[in-house]
Protein backbone atom coordinates (compact mmCIF):
# COMPACT_ATOMS: atom_id res chain seq x y z
CA UNK A 1 0.00 0.00 0.00
CA UNK A 2 1.51 3.49 -0.84
CA UNK A 3 0.43 6.57 1.40
CA UNK A 4 0.81 10.35 -0.49
CA UNK A 5 0.95 13.75 0.96
CA UNK A 6 0.12 16.68 -0.44
CA UNK A 7 -0.14 16.74 -4.32
CA UNK A 8 1.79 19.52 -4.76
CA UNK A 9 4.40 19.07 -2.65
CA UNK A 10 4.87 15.42 -4.02
CA UNK A 11 4.34 16.62 -7.79
CA UNK A 12 6.75 19.63 -7.31
CA UNK A 13 9.57 17.49 -5.81
CA UNK A 14 9.38 15.14 -9.35
CA UNK A 15 8.90 17.57 -11.68
CA UNK A 16 5.93 16.51 -12.38
CA UNK A 17 3.19 18.46 -14.43
CA UNK A 18 2.93 21.60 -11.81
CA UNK A 19 7.09 22.16 -13.03
CA UNK A 20 8.59 21.79 -16.53
CA UNK A 21 11.46 23.92 -15.89
CA UNK A 22 14.05 23.95 -13.10
CA UNK A 23 14.06 27.86 -12.26
CA UNK A 24 10.04 27.44 -11.16
CA UNK A 25 10.95 24.82 -8.75
CA UNK A 26 10.37 26.70 -5.24
CA UNK A 27 10.50 23.28 -2.82
CA UNK A 28 14.27 25.58 -1.49
CA UNK A 29 14.22 24.07 2.06
CA UNK A 30 14.08 20.48 1.29
CA UNK A 31 18.09 20.52 0.46
CA UNK A 32 18.51 16.45 -0.73
CA UNK A 33 14.87 16.64 -2.30
CA UNK A 34 15.83 19.54 -4.51
CA UNK A 35 18.99 17.88 -5.09
CA UNK A 36 17.51 14.59 -6.35
CA UNK A 37 15.22 16.63 -8.30
CA UNK A 38 17.31 18.35 -10.56
CA UNK A 39 19.22 15.69 -10.95
CA UNK A 40 15.90 13.58 -11.90
CA UNK A 41 15.33 16.76 -14.58
CA UNK A 42 18.56 15.93 -16.09
CA UNK A 43 17.36 12.31 -17.52
CA UNK A 44 15.73 11.54 -20.85
CA UNK A 45 11.61 10.98 -20.60
CA UNK A 46 11.39 12.02 -17.22
CA UNK A 47 9.33 15.32 -17.96
CA UNK A 48 6.46 15.32 -16.92
CA UNK A 49 6.69 12.36 -15.08
CA UNK A 50 4.79 11.28 -11.53
CA UNK A 51 7.03 8.94 -9.87
CA UNK A 52 5.30 6.25 -8.01
CA UNK A 53 7.54 4.66 -5.18
CA UNK A 54 6.53 1.28 -4.39
CA UNK A 55 6.88 0.15 -1.52
CA UNK A 56 6.31 -2.64 0.91
CA UNK A 57 6.02 -1.23 4.08
CA UNK A 58 3.26 1.06 4.77
CA UNK A 59 3.04 4.41 6.35
CA UNK A 60 0.34 7.02 6.72
CA UNK A 61 2.21 10.47 5.57
CA UNK A 62 2.82 12.65 8.36
CA UNK A 63 1.97 16.54 7.91
CA UNK A 64 5.66 17.46 8.45
CA UNK A 65 6.90 17.93 5.11
CA UNK A 66 10.36 17.49 5.09
CA UNK A 67 10.44 14.40 7.37
CA UNK A 68 7.94 12.95 4.95
CA UNK A 69 9.94 13.88 2.17
CA UNK A 70 13.16 12.20 3.52
CA UNK A 71 11.51 8.97 4.56
CA UNK A 72 9.77 8.13 1.34
CA UNK A 73 13.17 9.05 -0.62
CA UNK A 74 15.00 6.76 2.17
CA UNK A 75 12.59 3.98 2.51
CA UNK A 76 13.23 3.41 -1.58
CA UNK A 77 16.76 3.02 -1.57
CA UNK A 78 16.96 -0.86 -0.83
CA UNK A 79 12.81 -1.15 -2.35
CA UNK A 80 11.43 -1.37 -5.65
CA UNK A 81 10.09 1.54 -7.60
CA UNK A 82 9.36 2.76 -10.98
CA UNK A 83 8.29 6.23 -12.27
CA UNK A 84 5.84 6.73 -14.80
CA UNK A 85 5.50 9.20 -17.49
CA UNK A 86 1.87 10.65 -17.04
CA UNK A 87 1.25 10.08 -20.66
CA UNK A 88 1.65 6.64 -19.90
CA UNK A 89 -1.15 6.38 -16.93
CA UNK A 90 -4.19 4.92 -18.56
CA UNK A 91 -6.93 6.18 -15.61
CA UNK A 92 -7.09 7.34 -12.11
CA UNK A 93 -10.50 6.19 -10.17
CA UNK A 94 -11.46 6.38 -6.64
CA UNK A 95 -11.24 2.98 -4.91
CA UNK A 96 -13.96 0.97 -4.09
CA UNK A 97 -12.95 0.51 -0.51
CA UNK A 98 -15.01 -2.21 0.46
CA UNK A 99 -13.33 -4.33 -2.09
CA UNK A 100 -9.77 -3.55 -1.10
CA UNK A 101 -10.20 -3.96 2.55
CA UNK A 102 -12.09 -7.17 2.05
CA UNK A 103 -8.55 -8.28 0.41
CA UNK A 104 -6.56 -6.72 3.35
CA UNK A 105 -7.80 -7.44 6.57
CA UNK A 106 -5.79 -4.98 9.28
CA UNK A 107 -7.03 -2.16 7.59
CA UNK A 108 -10.56 -3.18 9.03
CA UNK A 109 -9.48 -2.19 12.55
CA UNK A 110 -8.46 1.64 11.55
CA UNK A 111 -10.28 4.78 10.51
CA UNK A 112 -12.16 5.35 7.48
CA UNK A 113 -9.51 4.96 4.76
CA UNK A 114 -10.14 6.88 1.23
CA UNK A 115 -8.19 5.56 -1.59
CA UNK A 116 -7.52 5.86 -5.40
CA UNK A 117 -6.00 3.58 -7.55
CA UNK A 118 -3.93 4.86 -10.82
CA UNK A 119 -3.36 2.30 -13.74
CA UNK A 120 -0.50 2.69 -15.84
CA UNK A 121 1.20 1.11 -18.51
CA UNK A 122 4.10 -1.44 -17.19
CA UNK A 123 6.35 -2.57 -20.26
CA UNK A 124 7.28 -6.09 -20.23
CA UNK A 125 9.91 -8.06 -22.68
CA UNK A 126 9.40 -7.78 -26.33
CA UNK A 127 7.41 -4.72 -26.48
CA UNK A 128 4.72 -5.96 -24.76
CA UNK A 129 2.64 -3.86 -22.76
CA UNK A 130 0.16 -4.67 -19.61
CA UNK A 131 -2.18 -2.59 -17.75
CA UNK A 132 -0.49 -2.50 -14.06
CA UNK A 133 -2.04 -0.21 -10.96
CA UNK A 134 -1.40 1.04 -7.78
CA UNK A 135 -3.52 2.15 -5.39
CA UNK A 136 -3.25 5.24 -2.66
CA UNK A 137 -4.49 5.31 0.78
CA UNK A 138 -5.56 8.12 2.83
CA UNK A 139 -7.04 8.55 5.89
CA UNK A 140 -7.88 12.76 4.91
CA UNK A 141 -10.84 12.70 2.46
CA UNK A 142 -10.30 16.08 1.27
CA UNK A 143 -6.84 14.98 0.44
CA UNK A 144 -7.43 11.89 -1.64
CA UNK A 145 -9.94 14.22 -4.03
CA UNK A 146 -7.46 16.06 -4.35
CA UNK A 147 -4.80 14.28 -5.84
CA UNK A 148 -7.63 12.66 -7.52
CA UNK A 149 -8.74 15.81 -9.41
CA UNK A 150 -5.40 17.57 -10.09
CA UNK A 151 -4.29 13.50 -11.74
CA UNK A 152 -7.45 13.34 -13.86
CA UNK A 153 -6.62 17.34 -14.38
CA UNK A 154 -3.40 15.63 -15.95
CA UNK A 155 -5.48 13.47 -18.21
CA UNK A 156 -7.37 16.23 -19.49
CA UNK A 157 -4.23 17.51 -20.92
CA UNK A 158 -3.29 14.57 -22.63
CA UNK A 159 -4.90 14.38 -26.48
CA UNK A 160 -6.34 10.94 -26.33
CA UNK A 161 -9.24 9.07 -28.18
CA UNK A 162 -12.87 9.65 -26.62
CA UNK A 163 -15.42 8.31 -29.36
CA UNK A 164 -14.23 5.88 -31.28
CA UNK A 165 -15.90 3.46 -34.61
CA UNK A 166 -14.87 -0.28 -33.60
CA UNK A 167 -15.00 -3.21 -36.62
CA UNK A 168 -14.74 -6.70 -35.65
CA UNK A 169 -13.91 -9.24 -38.84
CA UNK A 170 -15.49 -12.34 -37.14
CA UNK A 171 -13.90 -14.81 -39.12
CA UNK A 172 -10.53 -13.35 -39.26
CA UNK A 173 -7.37 -15.93 -38.49
CA UNK A 174 -8.57 -18.31 -35.76
CA UNK A 175 -12.03 -16.67 -35.46
CA UNK A 176 -11.21 -14.93 -32.52
CA UNK A 177 -11.92 -11.32 -33.11
CA UNK A 178 -15.11 -11.00 -30.66
CA UNK A 179 -13.90 -12.84 -28.23
CA UNK A 180 -10.68 -10.54 -28.09
CA UNK A 181 -11.83 -8.16 -28.57
CA UNK A 182 -15.02 -8.16 -26.02
CA UNK A 183 -12.90 -9.53 -23.30
CA UNK A 184 -9.37 -8.06 -23.61
CA UNK A 185 -9.99 -4.86 -25.23
CA UNK A 186 -13.90 -3.47 -24.45
CA UNK A 187 -12.78 -3.54 -20.60
CA UNK A 188 -9.33 -1.09 -20.59
CA UNK A 189 -11.67 1.23 -23.43
CA UNK A 190 -14.40 1.35 -20.68
CA UNK A 191 -11.48 2.07 -18.31
CA UNK A 192 -10.14 4.52 -20.34
CA UNK A 193 -13.76 6.45 -20.30
CA UNK A 194 -13.49 5.78 -24.35
CA UNK A 195 -16.75 5.62 -25.67
CA UNK A 196 -17.47 3.04 -29.03
CA UNK A 197 -19.99 2.28 -31.54
CA UNK A 198 -19.21 -1.60 -32.51
CA UNK A 199 -20.35 -3.14 -35.65
CA UNK A 200 -19.44 -7.25 -36.38
CA UNK A 201 -19.14 -7.55 -40.14
CA UNK A 202 -21.35 -9.50 -41.86
CA UNK A 203 -19.42 -10.06 -45.37
CA UNK A 204 -16.24 -8.64 -47.21
CA UNK A 205 -16.09 -5.24 -47.67
CA UNK A 206 -18.88 -4.42 -44.84
CA UNK A 207 -16.58 -1.93 -42.74
CA UNK A 208 -15.54 -0.46 -46.42
CA UNK A 209 -18.56 0.58 -47.47
CA UNK A 210 -20.04 1.45 -44.08
CA UNK A 211 -17.09 4.34 -44.12
CA UNK A 212 -18.56 5.84 -47.10
CA UNK A 213 -21.56 6.37 -44.92
CA UNK A 214 -21.27 7.48 -41.39
CA UNK A 215 -20.87 10.51 -40.27
CA UNK A 216 -16.85 9.79 -39.82
CA UNK A 217 -16.02 13.90 -38.01
CA UNK A 218 -17.89 12.26 -34.27
CA UNK A 219 -15.16 9.95 -34.54
CA UNK A 220 -11.09 10.46 -33.18
CA UNK A 221 -10.07 7.18 -34.49
CA UNK A 222 -11.27 3.91 -36.62
CA UNK A 223 -10.43 0.68 -34.66
CA UNK A 224 -10.35 -2.52 -36.90
CA UNK A 225 -10.38 -6.30 -35.12
CA UNK A 226 -8.47 -8.73 -37.82
CA UNK A 227 -5.78 -8.94 -39.67
CA UNK A 228 -4.01 -7.43 -42.63
CA UNK A 229 -7.21 -8.31 -45.00
CA UNK A 230 -9.25 -6.61 -42.27
CA UNK A 231 -6.71 -3.52 -41.75
CA UNK A 232 -6.57 -3.01 -46.04
CA UNK A 233 -10.46 -2.94 -45.62
CA UNK A 234 -10.45 -0.21 -43.58
CA UNK A 235 -7.64 2.01 -44.71
CA UNK A 236 -9.06 1.68 -48.06
CA UNK A 237 -12.97 2.68 -46.59
CA UNK A 238 -10.85 6.09 -44.98
CA UNK A 239 -8.83 7.06 -47.91
CA UNK A 240 -11.67 6.37 -49.85
CA UNK A 241 -13.98 8.33 -48.14
CA UNK A 242 -11.30 11.13 -47.80
CA UNK A 243 -10.90 11.35 -51.52
CA UNK A 244 -14.26 11.30 -52.32
CA UNK A 245 -15.01 14.14 -50.09
CA UNK A 246 -12.17 16.17 -51.10
CA UNK A 247 -12.99 15.53 -55.13
CA UNK A 248 -9.92 13.91 -55.67
CA UNK A 249 -10.27 11.47 -58.78
CA UNK A 250 -8.36 8.31 -57.17
CA UNK A 251 -8.23 6.58 -60.69
CA UNK A 252 -5.55 9.34 -62.13
CA UNK A 253 -2.36 7.83 -60.58
CA UNK A 254 -0.21 11.23 -60.48
CA UNK A 255 -3.32 12.80 -58.57
CA UNK A 256 -1.82 14.29 -54.83
CA UNK A 257 -3.52 12.43 -52.41
CA UNK A 258 -5.42 14.09 -49.81
CA UNK A 259 -4.00 13.10 -46.13
CA UNK A 260 -6.37 10.80 -43.83
CA UNK A 261 -6.34 12.38 -40.36
CA UNK A 262 -8.51 10.44 -38.61
CA UNK A 263 -5.88 7.37 -36.93
CA UNK A 264 -6.76 3.63 -37.18
CA UNK A 265 -5.90 1.07 -34.60
CA UNK A 266 -5.32 -2.15 -35.35
CA UNK A 267 -6.57 -4.94 -32.82
CA UNK A 268 -4.01 -8.03 -34.39
CA UNK A 269 -6.93 -11.02 -34.47
CA UNK A 270 -5.39 -12.50 -38.42
CA UNK A 271 -3.31 -14.40 -39.67
CA UNK A 272 -0.40 -12.43 -40.30
CA UNK A 273 -0.72 -9.10 -38.83
CA UNK A 274 2.10 -8.12 -40.51
CA UNK A 275 0.90 -4.26 -39.84
CA UNK A 276 0.50 -4.52 -36.32
CA UNK A 277 3.77 -6.51 -35.72
CA UNK A 278 5.55 -3.93 -37.71
CA UNK A 279 4.64 -1.07 -36.24
CA UNK A 280 4.07 -2.25 -32.16
CA UNK A 281 6.59 -4.52 -32.55
CA UNK A 282 4.47 -7.43 -31.30
CA UNK A 283 0.95 -9.26 -32.09
CA UNK A 284 -0.99 -8.56 -28.79
CA UNK A 285 -4.40 -7.19 -28.37
CA UNK A 286 -3.72 -5.75 -25.06
CA UNK A 287 -0.65 -3.76 -25.98
CA UNK A 288 -2.39 -2.59 -29.20
CA UNK A 289 -5.17 -1.71 -26.96
CA UNK A 290 -3.26 0.69 -24.45
CA UNK A 291 -1.74 2.04 -27.33
CA UNK A 292 -4.91 3.43 -28.84
CA UNK A 293 -5.84 4.46 -25.09
CA UNK A 294 -2.60 6.66 -24.97
CA UNK A 295 -3.58 8.47 -28.17
CA UNK A 296 -0.18 7.30 -30.19
CA UNK A 297 0.06 8.46 -33.70
CA UNK A 298 2.26 7.30 -36.04
CA UNK A 299 1.95 8.32 -39.72
CA UNK A 300 2.20 5.87 -42.00
CA UNK A 301 3.16 5.46 -45.92
CA UNK A 302 0.91 3.81 -48.63
CA UNK A 303 1.54 2.99 -52.27
CA UNK A 304 -1.67 3.58 -54.74
CA UNK A 305 -1.32 0.76 -57.86
CA UNK A 306 -3.13 1.44 -60.52
CA UNK A 307 -3.85 -0.21 -64.06
CA UNK A 308 -4.49 2.00 -67.05
CA UNK A 309 -5.56 4.76 -64.83
CA UNK A 310 -7.67 2.57 -63.53
CA UNK A 311 -7.33 2.63 -59.63
CA UNK A 312 -6.88 -0.77 -58.24
CA UNK A 313 -5.72 -0.79 -54.07
CA UNK A 314 -3.89 0.72 -51.58
CA UNK A 315 -0.97 -0.94 -50.39
CA UNK A 316 1.28 -0.56 -46.79
CA UNK A 317 2.97 -4.14 -46.91
CA UNK A 318 4.11 -6.42 -49.60
CA UNK A 319 3.62 -5.65 -52.91
CA UNK A 320 4.42 -9.50 -54.38
CA UNK A 321 4.49 -11.01 -57.26
CA UNK A 322 6.20 -14.69 -58.10
CA UNK A 323 6.64 -16.84 -55.09
CA UNK A 324 4.06 -14.63 -52.58
CA UNK A 325 1.46 -13.87 -55.23
CA UNK A 326 1.59 -17.86 -55.89
CA UNK A 327 1.46 -18.48 -51.95
CA UNK A 328 -1.20 -16.45 -51.64
CA UNK A 329 -3.56 -17.60 -54.48
CA UNK A 330 -3.31 -21.04 -53.47
CA UNK A 331 -3.79 -20.58 -49.64
CA UNK A 332 -7.30 -18.76 -50.04
CA UNK A 333 -9.17 -22.18 -51.41
CA UNK A 334 -7.41 -23.16 -48.34
CA UNK A 335 -9.02 -20.40 -45.81
CA UNK A 336 -10.35 -22.98 -43.56
CA UNK A 337 -7.21 -24.50 -42.33
CA UNK A 338 -6.86 -21.08 -40.65
CA UNK A 339 -3.11 -19.47 -40.84
CA UNK A 340 -1.73 -22.63 -40.70
CA UNK A 341 -2.98 -22.43 -44.60
CA UNK A 342 0.24 -20.15 -45.65
CA UNK A 343 2.48 -22.90 -44.55
CA UNK A 344 0.96 -25.48 -46.44
CA UNK A 345 0.93 -23.40 -49.85
CA UNK A 346 4.29 -21.86 -48.75
CA UNK A 347 5.61 -25.14 -49.11
CA UNK A 348 4.30 -26.10 -52.73
CA UNK A 349 4.70 -22.97 -54.01
CA UNK A 350 8.23 -23.28 -52.84
CA UNK A 351 8.30 -27.03 -54.61
CA UNK A 352 6.68 -26.02 -57.74
CA UNK A 353 9.83 -23.04 -58.18
CA UNK A 354 7.95 -21.25 -60.78
CA UNK A 355 9.77 -18.04 -62.64
CA UNK A 356 8.12 -14.94 -64.21
CA UNK A 357 9.85 -13.06 -66.85
CA UNK A 358 9.02 -9.71 -67.22
CA UNK A 359 10.22 -5.74 -67.11
CA UNK A 360 10.68 -3.37 -63.97
CA UNK A 361 10.94 0.51 -63.88
CA UNK A 362 11.37 2.21 -61.36
CA UNK A 363 12.49 5.90 -60.25
CA UNK A 364 14.84 5.76 -57.10
CA UNK A 365 14.00 7.10 -54.26
CA UNK A 366 16.78 10.27 -53.78
CA UNK A 367 15.16 12.14 -51.49
CA UNK A 368 15.70 9.90 -48.03
CA UNK A 369 18.70 9.58 -46.55
CA UNK A 370 18.59 5.86 -45.69
CA UNK A 371 18.87 2.90 -48.06
CA UNK A 372 17.86 -0.43 -47.61
CA UNK A 373 21.09 -2.23 -46.86
CA UNK A 374 21.44 -0.19 -43.22
CA UNK A 375 22.11 -1.52 -40.46
CA UNK A 376 19.79 0.79 -38.39
CA UNK A 377 15.92 -0.20 -38.42
CA UNK A 378 13.03 2.61 -38.03
CA UNK A 379 12.19 2.89 -34.63
CA UNK A 380 10.13 5.23 -32.46
CA UNK A 381 11.08 8.98 -33.05
CA UNK A 382 12.74 7.78 -36.29
CA UNK A 383 14.77 10.59 -37.33
CA UNK A 384 14.99 9.72 -41.30
CA UNK A 385 11.10 9.39 -41.28
CA UNK A 386 10.87 13.13 -39.56
CA UNK A 387 12.76 14.10 -42.57
CA UNK A 388 10.57 13.29 -44.71
CA UNK A 389 7.90 14.86 -43.07
CA UNK A 390 9.64 17.93 -42.80
CA UNK A 391 10.28 17.39 -46.77
CA UNK A 392 6.92 16.70 -47.19
CA UNK A 393 5.38 20.35 -45.06
CA UNK A 394 7.73 21.86 -47.89
CA UNK A 395 6.30 20.83 -50.57
CA UNK A 396 2.97 21.27 -49.46
CA UNK A 397 3.73 24.77 -48.63
CA UNK A 398 5.37 25.71 -51.97
CA UNK A 399 2.45 23.49 -53.77
CA UNK A 400 -0.56 23.16 -52.09
CA UNK A 401 -2.20 20.15 -53.69
CA UNK A 402 -1.13 20.66 -57.09
CA UNK A 403 0.78 18.12 -58.47
CA UNK A 404 4.50 18.67 -58.61
CA UNK A 405 6.18 17.18 -62.19
CA UNK A 406 8.09 14.68 -61.73
CA UNK A 407 11.45 14.37 -64.18
CA UNK A 408 13.82 12.28 -62.24
CA UNK A 409 15.02 9.28 -64.24
CA UNK A 410 13.81 5.82 -64.58
CA UNK A 411 15.68 2.78 -64.45
CA UNK A 412 14.64 -0.26 -66.33
CA UNK A 413 15.44 -3.94 -65.33
CA UNK A 414 14.25 -6.94 -67.28
CA UNK A 415 14.76 -10.86 -66.23
CA UNK A 416 13.62 -13.61 -64.51
CA UNK A 417 12.45 -13.94 -61.26
CA UNK A 418 11.20 -15.92 -58.49
CA UNK A 419 9.91 -13.18 -56.35
CA UNK A 420 9.61 -9.31 -56.88
CA UNK A 421 8.46 -7.74 -53.63
CA UNK A 422 7.94 -4.45 -52.92
CA UNK A 423 7.20 -3.50 -49.18
CA UNK A 424 6.21 -0.16 -47.62
CA UNK A 425 7.72 -1.34 -44.51
CA UNK A 426 9.89 -4.17 -42.92
CA UNK A 427 6.75 -6.60 -42.83
CA UNK A 428 8.06 -7.66 -39.96
CA UNK A 429 5.32 -10.58 -38.41
CA UNK A 430 5.60 -13.92 -36.19
CA UNK A 431 6.82 -16.05 -39.19
CA UNK A 432 9.64 -13.36 -39.64
CA UNK A 433 10.60 -11.03 -36.90
CA UNK A 434 13.06 -8.78 -39.03
CA UNK A 435 10.74 -8.93 -41.98
CA UNK A 436 11.07 -8.87 -45.36
CA UNK A 437 13.41 -5.72 -45.52
CA UNK A 438 14.57 -5.48 -42.28
CA UNK A 439 16.04 -1.48 -43.04
CA UNK A 440 12.52 -0.08 -44.41
CA UNK A 441 10.74 3.23 -42.91
CA UNK A 442 7.04 3.25 -41.91
CA UNK A 443 6.83 6.89 -43.28
CA UNK A 444 10.20 7.88 -45.12
CA UNK A 445 7.64 8.05 -48.26
CA UNK A 446 9.53 5.13 -49.80
CA UNK A 447 9.44 1.26 -50.78
CA UNK A 448 12.15 -0.96 -50.90
CA UNK A 449 11.82 -2.82 -54.19
CA UNK A 450 13.38 -6.56 -53.89
CA UNK A 451 14.43 -8.52 -56.97
CA UNK A 452 14.81 -12.00 -56.32
CA UNK A 453 15.97 -13.39 -59.98
CA UNK A 454 15.64 -17.22 -60.98
CA UNK A 455 18.21 -19.42 -59.11
CA UNK A 456 18.02 -23.08 -57.98
CA UNK A 457 15.69 -24.20 -55.21
CA UNK A 458 18.80 -24.47 -53.16
CA UNK A 459 19.23 -20.60 -53.22
CA UNK A 460 16.04 -19.84 -53.23
CA UNK A 461 15.61 -21.97 -49.58
CA UNK A 462 18.65 -20.18 -48.48
CA UNK A 463 17.28 -16.87 -49.14
CA UNK A 464 14.05 -18.24 -47.49
CA UNK A 465 15.61 -19.32 -44.03
CA UNK A 466 17.26 -15.52 -43.45
CA UNK A 467 13.67 -14.66 -43.26
CA UNK A 468 13.44 -16.30 -40.21
CA UNK A 469 17.12 -15.42 -38.79
CA UNK A 470 19.59 -13.00 -38.09
CA UNK A 471 21.10 -13.29 -41.23
CA UNK A 472 21.46 -10.84 -44.17
CA UNK A 473 19.05 -11.56 -47.18
CA UNK A 474 20.10 -9.30 -49.74
CA UNK A 475 23.70 -10.98 -49.61
CA UNK A 476 22.93 -13.11 -52.24
CA UNK A 477 24.04 -12.86 -56.53
CA UNK A 478 20.73 -13.41 -57.24
CA UNK A 479 18.71 -10.76 -55.01
CA UNK A 480 19.07 -6.90 -55.45
CA UNK A 481 17.36 -4.40 -53.76
CA UNK A 482 16.56 -0.82 -54.27
CA UNK A 483 14.32 1.73 -52.16
CA UNK A 484 12.36 3.58 -54.96
CA UNK A 485 9.39 6.09 -54.88
CA UNK A 486 7.24 4.50 -57.80
CA UNK A 487 7.72 1.43 -59.89
CA UNK A 488 5.99 0.11 -62.68
CA UNK A 489 5.95 -3.70 -63.85
CA UNK A 490 5.12 -5.31 -67.26
CA UNK A 491 4.88 -9.44 -67.41
CA UNK A 492 6.67 -10.56 -70.89
CA UNK A 493 3.34 -12.43 -71.67
CA UNK A 494 1.68 -9.08 -71.70
CA UNK A 495 4.66 -7.35 -73.48
CA UNK A 496 4.57 -9.92 -76.03
CA UNK A 497 0.77 -9.78 -76.43
CA UNK A 498 0.78 -6.22 -76.70
CA UNK A 499 3.44 -6.49 -79.52
CA UNK A 500 2.28 -9.78 -81.49
CA UNK A 501 -1.68 -10.07 -80.81
CA UNK A 502 -1.93 -12.83 -83.26
CA UNK A 503 0.42 -15.17 -81.67
CA UNK A 504 -2.57 -17.31 -80.44
CA UNK A 505 0.43 -19.80 -79.04
CA UNK A 506 1.80 -17.37 -76.33
CA UNK A 507 -1.93 -16.64 -74.87
CA UNK A 508 -1.99 -20.17 -73.54
CA UNK A 509 -1.72 -20.08 -69.73
CA UNK A 510 -0.42 -22.42 -67.67
CA UNK A 511 2.58 -23.58 -70.65
CA UNK A 512 5.83 -23.50 -69.58
CA UNK A 513 8.57 -21.83 -71.66
CA UNK A 514 8.46 -23.32 -75.38
CA UNK A 515 12.47 -22.05 -76.12
CA UNK A 516 14.04 -23.96 -73.12
CA UNK A 517 12.10 -27.06 -72.41
CA UNK A 518 13.87 -27.87 -69.08
CA UNK A 519 13.45 -23.83 -67.91
CA UNK A 520 11.25 -23.86 -64.93
CA UNK A 521 9.95 -19.94 -66.63
CA UNK A 522 6.24 -20.21 -66.66
CA UNK A 523 4.47 -18.63 -69.41
CA UNK A 524 1.47 -18.16 -67.18
CA UNK A 525 1.37 -14.14 -65.10
CA UNK A 526 1.47 -14.42 -61.68
CA UNK A 527 -0.49 -12.97 -59.23
CA UNK A 528 0.02 -9.69 -57.19
CA UNK A 529 -0.59 -10.25 -53.56
CA UNK A 530 -1.23 -6.74 -52.52
CA UNK A 531 -1.53 -6.77 -48.58
CA UNK A 532 -2.74 -10.08 -48.80
CA UNK A 533 -5.34 -10.07 -51.66
CA UNK A 534 -4.95 -10.87 -54.79
CA UNK A 535 -4.79 -8.31 -57.72
CA UNK A 536 -6.58 -9.28 -61.43
CA UNK A 537 -3.97 -7.32 -63.29
CA UNK A 538 -0.08 -8.66 -63.77
CA UNK A 539 0.60 -4.83 -65.19
CA UNK A 540 0.73 -2.38 -62.64
CA UNK A 541 1.77 1.21 -61.87
CA UNK A 542 2.89 1.55 -58.54
CA UNK A 543 3.19 5.31 -56.53
CA UNK A 544 4.34 5.81 -52.70
CA UNK A 545 2.47 8.06 -51.32
CA UNK A 546 4.80 9.64 -47.99
CA UNK A 547 3.05 9.48 -44.79
CA UNK A 548 -0.97 9.33 -46.42
CA UNK A 549 -2.62 8.00 -42.95
CA UNK A 550 -1.64 7.58 -39.36
CA UNK A 551 -1.89 4.48 -37.28
CA UNK A 552 -2.63 4.17 -33.06
CA UNK A 553 0.79 3.38 -32.66
CA UNK A 554 4.19 4.47 -32.07
CA UNK A 555 6.41 2.81 -34.49
CA UNK A 556 8.93 -0.06 -32.40
CA UNK A 557 10.44 1.36 -29.23
CA UNK A 558 14.27 0.86 -28.78
CA UNK A 559 15.26 -1.83 -26.58
CA UNK A 560 13.81 -1.10 -22.94
CA UNK A 561 17.69 -1.24 -22.01
CA UNK A 562 17.21 2.83 -22.23
CA UNK A 563 14.23 2.70 -20.15
CA UNK A 564 15.59 0.42 -17.77
CA UNK A 565 18.63 2.26 -17.14
CA UNK A 566 17.01 5.15 -16.43
CA UNK A 567 15.19 3.91 -13.90
CA UNK A 568 18.26 2.48 -12.37
CA UNK A 569 19.37 6.10 -12.09
CA UNK A 570 16.81 7.71 -10.19
CA UNK A 571 17.23 4.40 -7.89
CA UNK A 572 20.65 5.22 -7.17
CA UNK A 573 19.97 8.86 -6.98
CA UNK A 574 17.71 7.98 -4.18
N1 LIG B 1 -17.93 -10.97 -41.95
C1 LIG B 1 -17.05 -11.29 -42.88
N2 LIG B 1 -17.21 -12.40 -43.62
C2 LIG B 1 -16.30 -12.76 -44.55
N3 LIG B 1 -15.19 -12.04 -44.84
C3 LIG B 1 -14.98 -10.93 -44.13
C4 LIG B 1 -15.89 -10.50 -43.12
N4 LIG B 1 -15.41 -9.37 -42.58
C5 LIG B 1 -14.26 -9.08 -43.22
N5 LIG B 1 -13.99 -10.01 -44.15
C6 LIG B 1 -12.83 -10.12 -45.06
O1 LIG B 1 -11.96 -11.14 -44.58
C7 LIG B 1 -10.67 -10.92 -45.13
C8 LIG B 1 -9.58 -11.51 -44.25
O2 LIG B 1 -9.69 -11.03 -42.98
P1 LIG B 1 -8.51 -10.75 -41.97
O3 LIG B 1 -7.48 -9.95 -42.59
O4 LIG B 1 -9.16 -10.22 -40.75
O5 LIG B 1 -7.94 -12.21 -41.61
P2 LIG B 1 -6.78 -13.11 -42.20
O6 LIG B 1 -6.81 -13.07 -43.68
O7 LIG B 1 -6.91 -14.42 -41.54
O8 LIG B 1 -5.48 -12.43 -41.65
P3 LIG B 1 -4.21 -11.78 -42.39
O9 LIG B 1 -4.78 -10.76 -43.34
O10 LIG B 1 -3.43 -11.16 -41.27
O11 LIG B 1 -3.46 -12.86 -43.10
C9 LIG B 1 -10.56 -9.44 -45.28
O12 LIG B 1 -10.10 -9.16 -46.58
C10 LIG B 1 -11.96 -8.89 -45.08
O13 LIG B 1 -12.36 -8.08 -46.17
C1 LIG C 1 11.96 -22.97 -44.76
C2 LIG C 1 11.53 -21.77 -44.06
C3 LIG C 1 10.98 -20.78 -44.97
C4 LIG C 1 10.18 -19.79 -44.19
C5 LIG C 1 9.91 -18.56 -44.98
C6 LIG C 1 9.04 -17.67 -44.18
C7 LIG C 1 8.97 -16.33 -44.77
C8 LIG C 1 7.87 -15.58 -44.15
C9 LIG C 1 7.80 -14.18 -44.66
C10 LIG C 1 6.50 -13.59 -44.30
C11 LIG C 1 6.35 -12.25 -44.94
C12 LIG C 1 4.99 -11.74 -44.72
C13 LIG C 1 4.75 -10.50 -45.46
C14 LIG C 1 3.38 -10.02 -45.20
C15 LIG C 1 2.39 -10.14 -46.03
C16 LIG C 1 1.01 -9.72 -45.69
O1 LIG C 1 0.73 -8.52 -46.34
C17 LIG C 1 0.02 -10.75 -46.17
C18 LIG C 1 -1.34 -10.45 -45.58
O2 LIG C 1 -1.37 -10.76 -44.26
N1 LIG C 1 0.39 -12.10 -45.77
C19 LIG C 1 0.76 -13.00 -46.65
O3 LIG C 1 0.74 -12.80 -47.83
C20 LIG C 1 1.18 -14.35 -46.10
C21 LIG C 1 2.52 -14.73 -46.62
C22 LIG C 1 3.01 -15.99 -45.95
C23 LIG C 1 4.12 -16.59 -46.67
C24 LIG C 1 4.60 -17.86 -46.07
CA1 LIG D 1 8.42 3.45 -46.32
Request: hydrophobic content about 25%; aromatic content about 22%; glycine content about 0%.
Given at each position: MLFLHKPATYLGITN??????????????FEKACAIRYQISGLRGTEGAIFLFQNRCSWILASCKKVLILTIFRSCVHTESCFVPTSEIIAVEETDLNKKQRNSGKWQKMAKLHAFTVYYVKKAQNHRWRCSDVTFWCVDEQLCNQWIQALKELLELQTRPKQLLVYINPYGGKRQGKRIYEQKVAPLFSLASISTDVFVTERANHAKDNLFEVNINKYDGVVCVGGDGMFSEVMHGLIGRMQKDSGIDQNNPKAPLVQCNIRIGIIPAGSTDCVCYSTVGISDPVTSALHIILGDSQPLDVSSVHHNNTFLKYTVSLLGYGFYGDVLKDSEKKRWMGPMRYDYSGFKTFLSHHCYEGTISFQPAKHTLGSPRDKDSCRTGCHICRQSEQQLAEQRKKCGLKHEEDEEEWKVIKGKFLAINAVNMSCACPRSPKGLSPAAHLADGSADLILVRKCSRFDFLRYLVRHTN?????????VDVYRVKSFQFTSKLLEDNESDVTDIGKKHFGQFCRDHPACCCNIANSTWNCDGETLDSSAIEVRVHCQLMKLFARGIEENHKEAVSNQSRVEQLL
Open positions: SFCSHSATRFTCTSQDDQFDFSF
